[in-house]
């Protein structure tokens, strides 16, 4: 199955020419993958990275198999022959080498150091010898990154036999050192890979998944900043940024820092901040760049600038903007751009990334990644996102959220992310207008009762919170939603009330207090007006300490209960059977409270037997439920409704526009059932003038018979309507008494 468009290189590997043998002995032998025969003879390659899986297995479609491996021996089957080669070490990568090695000793005892890496560390230990053949490679490579490849280089050393022994022994001590073991084998490792022979370059194609240039552009819209921290070349980097829509030609300026020292890292920034000032300036902004600004005054001014910028930055060069004398700036000029790219960097520059955002711009901050090198960024995030694909597992075990493509991070977001949001916020609102509504009660009747520690009903004081106010706000915190997920997905900027903290802050948190507060003066200081004069049926005077209690607490169930109805903006069954359901245990807990039965067996507890039924059964105690039910909701959504009048929040829009819709389908269904209706009466097969009956039964049309027959079988169809008129001069149509005209 295999397929290869480059002829000459296939027969470079057919006609024996040993730099490329060497090049595809290098893939096969300097890797850490392992493989695996199956039953039916196929191999089977477990590779700790897509990139070098891809390259064993390039390798064995050119002939050179790698067959297996022990802990001192790599099996390789090249064109054919079985070669064993001996295993001496594995130099191994890590993101700071960026590169790992290989020492093996081949069948005629040459021993032989394989190296594989990125371009701006192994083309600095290469020979000078090979000058030509590097700048080749150099063109090639910045070919393949400009395309959005990753890229690797390969080189070679022959090592001597007593170099290797006297290396070997010194490698073994470092590794049983009992201090600083890595420096002394990093030490080892850059002393031998130096001097080395450049064989190639290679390329692989790292595939956007489907979705993510939409899913960026949408997340984007919803003001959500976005920056890609990659480890490619800045070329590979540069290249997926406009392929996911990230960078675009319709920039103003895309900003490339790539200084090597501080000085030149900080003249960069600065002059990028100062091409930023200038055009906004031009532009009207009413504002000059001051060459020595405060920090403390750096946000505000780039808070001013107009036009779209980019800022792509190299990790050695965000290596010095990292530092503690220009984090700031280096944060400041990267926020005033729309897109920053940060590539070659190290996983602890990642990190240090989040951190820094963290820190200063007080941002929520979520991470994504697929693969290890991911992990310390997706850990020091506040939200971390790991992708379970071909990078293997480390990302989405080291996460709070996982899924397998990039394109789904756009439904976690607007949708579930946001209507999280929104429920936290309306439950909390809730939740404290309704345990101040249900506490002041309380306070006010203290100054009743002298502040005796007197209650009104324990057992509802225990119940409240228990059973009849618990289970409605649940279900509004589980399933409420203020817009379909349709919506959520078409209108990104649904989710900026929460990055702007609006449905949940101090102001909303006082106006629940005062919302609870007021609910309470009203539920228990109307029914006490009432109680002062009231009377029942019977002429007694109503007002008893254990018949006022039973109306304040009926009123405030009651109460709470159409407010979150008014609160919930997404009904289901869940919501209806908790309301009603809550209502009804209320009422059913009262009577059985007040019950004989209960009496009887708890005497001392349940000593007033009864009463609930006796008060409910009054008129003037249900009037006054109402009045007080009327008085504390009436308010509120008056309220509400000025507010969805004179300013209506964006999520009150969609709501409306989706109703409108709604509307004009519902009114196109109708017109289509008229229409439908309408078409079936005026396709009617009979004509509503007055037809031909009276001329067939006179008999008068008998002599036409046969003029119309002869004409229907010389031009079949309505063809004879037009014989007879040429035949006879009339125009076809009937006269006035409903005979032709012949």
Known sequence: RFQFWDAGLLEAVKLGDPHVHEFFRLLSLCHTVMSEEKSEGELYYKAQSPDEGALVTAARNFGFVFRSRTPKTITVHELGRAITYQLLAILDFNNIRKRMSVIVRGPEGKIRLYCKGAD????????????????????????????????????????????????????????????????????????????????????????????????????????????????????????????????????????????????????????????????SRSMGNGFSYQEKLSSSK???????????????????????????????????????????????????????????????????????????????????????????????????????????????????????????????????????????????????????????????????????????????????????????????????????????????????????????????????????????????????????????????????????????GLDTGFWTAINHFFIWGSLAAYFAILFAMHSDGLFQMFPNQFRFVGNAQNTLAQPAVWLTIALTTVVCIVPVVAFRFLKLDLKPELSDTVRYTQLVRKKQKAQHRCLRRVGRAGSRRSGYAFSHQEGFGELIMSGKNMRLSSLALAGFAARPGAAWIETLRKKKGSDGSPGADGTLKV
Not at 524 to 533: E, L
Request: glycine share 6%.
């Open 298 to 564: 750096l946000t505000s001014v780039l808070e001013a600038i107009a036009g779209e910028y980019a800022l792509v930055i190299n990790g050695h060069s965000l290596a010095h903007a990292l530092e503690a004398d220009m984090e700031v700036e280096f944060l400041e000029t990267a926020c005033a751009c729309k897109a920053v790219i940060c590539c070659r960097v190290t996983p602890l520059q990642k990190a240090q990334v989040v951190e820094l955002v963290k820190k200063y711009k007080k941002a929520v901050t979520l991470a994504i990644g697929d693969g290890a090198n991911d992990v310390s960024m997706i850990k020091t995030a506040h939200i971390g996102v790991g992708i379970s694909g071909q990078e293997g597992i480390q990302a989405v075990l080291a996460s709070d959220y996982s899924f397998s493509q990039f394109k789904f991070l756009q439904r976690l977001l607007l949708v579930h992310g946001r209507w999280s949001y929104l429920r936290m916020c309306k439950f909390l609102c809730y939740f404290f207008y309704k345990n101040f509504a249900f506490t002041m009660v309380h306070f006010w009747f203290g100054f009743f009762c002298g502040f005796s520690a007197q209650v009104r009903g324990r057992y509802f004081i225990t119940l409240y919170n228990i059973v009849y106010t618990s289970l409605p706000v649940l279900a509004m915190g589980v399933f409420d939603q203020d817009v379909p997920e349709q919506r959520s997905m078409e209108y990104p900027k649904l989710y900026e009330p929460g990055q702007l903290n609006l449905l949940f802050n101090k102001r909303e948190f006082f106006i629940c207090i005062a919302q609870g507060i007021y609910t309470s003066v009203l539920m228990f200081f109307i029914p006490y007006g009432v109680f002062a004069d009231a009377t029942r049926d019977d002429g007694a005077q109503l007002a008893d300490y254990q018949s006022f209690a039973v109306t304040v607490a009926t009123s405030l169930v009651i109460v709470v209960s159409v407010q979150i």
């Open 120 to 279: 701006t560390i192994l083309l600095e230990r290469l020979r000078p010898a090979s000058q030509d053949l590097t700048n080749v490679t150099t063109d090639h490579l910045n070919e393949y990154a400009g395309e959005g490849l990753r890229t690797l280089v390969l080189a070679y050393k022959d090592l001597e036999e007593s170099y290797y022994e006297d290396w070997s022994e010194r490698l073994r001590r470092a590794s049983g050192a009992p201090e600083a073991r890595e420096d002394r084998l990093a030490r080892l490792y850059e002393e031998v890979e130096h001097d080395m022979t450049l064989l190639g370059a290679t390329a692989i194609e790292d595939k956007l998944q489907q979705g993510v240039p939409e899913t960026i552009a949408i997340l984007t819209l919803a003001n959500i900043k976005i920056w890609v921290l990659t480890g490619d070349k800045q070329e590979t980097a540069v290249n997926i940024g406009y392929s996911c829509k990230m960078l675009t030609d319709d920039m103003t300026e895309v900003f490339v820092v790539t200084g090597h020292t501080v000085l030149e890292v900080r003249e960069e920034l600065r002059k990028a901040r100062e091409k930023m000032m200038d055009a």
